[in-house]
């Protein structure tokens, strides 16, 4: 069974920072592309970044470039997303979602797999 689950979500401060991390079971994660997306109160589910399987190239969204950092270590089945920085428009819940190929996958309806998702809240 595929099963990706998500962690490390919370609430911090404008300026703080947390890590989520999103470790799958059931699966390795060495074939699959990991994307990890967003969704706030009222909106639609945003693309925020996604790795490869292949050089571990990444994507991230204009809105968290600099700020974000997506990682995999295949040894542990994880993949984590290290916020930076964060700020109120960053408050949403976040999911990760993967999908067995070896490119960069932008959008949200060619994801396979989603986790349950992590509440991240910024606020003071």
């Known amino acids: 069974q595929v099963l990706l689950v998500e962690s490390g979500g919370g609430l911090v401060q404008p300026g703080g920072s947390l890590r989520l991390s999103c470790a799958a079971s059931?699966?390795?994660?060495?074939?699959?592309?990991i994307g990890w997306f967003r969704q706030a109160p009222g909106k639609e589910r945003e693309g925020v970044s996604c790795?490869?399987?292949?050089?571990?190239?990444?994507y991230y969204a204009d809105s968290v470039k600099g700020r974000f950092t997506i990682s995999r270590d295949n040894a542990k089945n994880t993949v984590y997303l290290q916020m930076n920085s964060l700020k109120p428009e960053d408050t949403a819940v976040y999911y990760c979602?993967?999908?067995?190929?070896?490119?960069?996958?932008?959008?949200?309806?060619?994801?396979?797999?989603w986790g349950q998702g992590t509440q991240v809240t910024v606020s003071s």
């Open positions: 979602a993967c999908r067995i190929t070896r490119t960069l996958v932008v959008h949200s309806r060619e994801y396979d797999y």
């Open positions: 059931g699966f390795t994660l060495d074939y699959y592309v």
């Open positions: 790795i490869s399987s292949s050089d571990n190239s990444t």
